[in-house]
């Protein structure tokens, strides 16, 4: 009896390779670029808040509380809690994907 299901189920697995000749490699693929771009993009958005951090602290010359990118406007903007020198907590919000203008001075 198992010598007469060894042809058959050789033949479904033939058939099947045959519908598919990737073997859903393609798929895997997909879902790997899917995968490789949102990685991406989550590494840019964590750069783009610490430059955020970054340009701020050198700016206000304050003591950072706080940094996280909230949503507004359809948009993510970061969002800087800082202590300035007179002890005074400033809220400073960003819009990372809008180009800076460097005076080319330290403040």
Known sequence: MTVRLLPLLLLVFASAAAADP???REEGRDQARE???AAHQARANAQ???ESVRRV????GGQILSAERVP???R???RIKVVDSTGRVRVITEDPQRPRRDSGRDE
């Open 22 to 24: 990737s073997g859903g």
């Open 35 to 37: 995968r490789a771009a």
């Open 48 to 50: 783009s808040l610490a």
């Open 57 to 60: 602290e050198r700016a206000t």
């Open 72 to 74: 507004f406007d359809g």
């Open 76 to 78: 993510d903007m970061n």
